[in-house]
Nanobody
């Protein structure tokens, strides 16, 4: 069974940086996409970044564009999210997710069938 395990969440001050990691195990698909989502208290889960594993193309939601970078290391089976210039509104639980095909990869959470348990990011002002 495929497993995703996030790490790297922490409490930081506004303007700081964090790097999240997601370890992928037992994933045999070659053409797939992965994404980072986040959920703030009392809000719905939102997609913030997607990467197509076979070609490396990435897209971002407007709220994080220019500040966050999604990347993957296929050899190490890792997905990353580099977060710079963090803001208090970036606070939330961050999840990595995988879709076992590289078609119809969207920012909608129902597009993904494999999820990690989440890692908490707290940004204080």
């Amino acid at each position: 069974q495929v497993q995703l395990v996030e790490s790297g969440g922490a409490s930081v001050q506004a303007g700081g940086s964090l790097s999240l990691s997601c370890r992928v195990s037992r994933f045999t698909s070659r053409d797939y996409c992965m994404a980072w989502f986040r959920q703030a208290p009392g809000k719905e889960r939102e997609g913030i970044a997607i990467i197509w594993a076979s070609i490396g193309t990435d897209v971002y939601t407007e709220a994080v564009k220019g500040r966050f970078t999604i990347s993957r290391d296929s050899a190490k089976n890792m997905l990353y999210l580099q977060m710079n210039s963090l803001k208090p509104e970036d606070t939330g639980m961050y999840y990595c997710a995988a879709r076992s095909t590289d078609l119809r990869c969207t920012m909608i959470d129902t597009s993904y069938d494999i999820w990690g348990q989440g890692t908490q990011v707290t940004v204080s002002s």
